[in-house]
């Protein structure tokens, strides 16, 4: 198993991450290797949180341009993470709103 610092990259801040947050989702950028048991247990030991369930996504590459230059941008791996509603929320996420 790995470290638990390097299983989340980043929280993931946008509009449709942070409607989510009123229901207890949060979404995060995670190490592309990372699995579903490793991203909850990072997650709860990181934020001292009781995780319900993970959900992941593979994120693709997509072409774009920049005048005559082309190229990809860098596929990565999205984590939706679902707390218990028991559970107390990520004062992180909190201070966004």
Known sequence: ?????NVIVKPL????AMAG???KRYT???AADAT???I?????AMFGVQVAAVNTLNMKKKPKRLGVHTG????WKKAIVLLKEDS??????????
């Open 13 to 16: 801040i946008n509009e449709k």
């Open 88 to 97: 107390k929320t990520i004062a992180f996420f909190d201070s966004m709103n």
């Open 1 to 5: 198993m790995k470290n638990l610092e």
């Open 21 to 23: 947050v009123a229901e």
């Open 28 to 30: 995060f950028c995670v």
């Open 36 to 38: 579903k048991a490793e």
């Open 40 to 44: 909850a247990a990072a997650v709860e």
């Open 72 to 75: 990809f941008t860098s596929a």
